[in-house]
């Protein structure tokens, strides 16, 4: 059984750019929620998505955005990329009703 | 809206235990989770309590007080690989999850 699977694993980019970011969901889960870790921090929530809508938001800007597909896999999009946008991208999914997340291996974003 | 804090860093003894402290300040919430993740590694999951008092799992056990806006894990019998970070965080509506700043454990021999 396959866990969470994101791509790609790092990334470099250029400020001003855009990024999509992929996650495959764990087998059965059905709800995937997106972070962003900077270095020493914790995960700071940014969306989830369930039934191919967004949820729930923290506290990120509008240039932050996503989508979830009818197979449950997800897509975080970054738009007019900026230097402080350098971080870990972790993909968690989970079943709706469930209070445990499974967590991706992250995708590294850097941001020049 | 919510925080948690928790000491940045705790240093324990191989064999001996260990308690990770973690307060928190939040108008409502349905859990306290902790999660573990070792250096360039995935956050993985460890405990969760929805109710106050113990919760044990193996080697780890995980407490809360909601009258005290206050949990603890509990890492017994440490091992080298349990030198990691480790976070608490709390888990609102449908798993929109506040993690805490962290508290990166170093075990020593």
């Known amino acids: 059984d396959a866990g969470v699977t994101q791509s790609p694993t790092h990334l470099i980019k250029t400020r001003g750019q855009q990024v999509t970011l992929r996650c495959s969901p764990k087998?059965?889960?059905?709800?995937v929620s997106w972070y962003q870790q900077a270095l020493g921090q914790g995960p700071q929530f940014i969306f989830q998505?369930?039934?191919?809508?967004?949820?729930q938001r923290g506290n990120f800007p509008d240039r932050f955005s996503g989508h979830q597909f009818p197979n449950y896999s997800s897509e975080l999009n970054v738009n007019a990329l900026l230097l402080g946008d350098s971080a870990l991208y972790l993909c968690?999914?989970?079943?709706?009703?469930?209070?445990?997340?499974?967590f991706g291996p992250g995708t590294r974003l850097t941001v020049t | 809206g919510q925080s948690l804090e928790q000491p940045s860093e705790v240093t324990a003894v191989e064999g001996a235990i260990v308690q990770i402290n973690c307060t928190y300040q939040?108008?409502?919430?349905?859990?306290l989770s902790w999660y573990q993740q070792h250096d360039g590694g995935a956050p993985t999951f460890l405990s969760y309590?929805?109710?106050?008092g113990l919760e044990e799992t193996g080697r780890f056990s995980s407490f809360l007080s909601r009258s005290d806006s206050y949990g603890y894990l509990l890492l017994q019998e440490l091992q080298m690989k349990d030198s990691a970070s480790y976070f608490c965080?709390?888990?609102?509506?449908?798993?929109?999850?506040?993690f805490g700043t962290g508290t990166k454990l170093q075990v020593i021999p």
């Open positions: 968690a999914s989970s079943r709706r009703q469930g209070y445990e997340q499974y």
């Open positions: 087998s059965g889960h059905d709800t």
């Open positions: 998505y369930y039934e191919e809508e967004e949820r």
């Open positions: 939040t108008s409502g919430f349905y859990g």
């Open positions: 309590n929805a109710l106050d």
């Open positions: 965080a709390l888990s609102g509506g449908y798993q929109k999850v506040t």
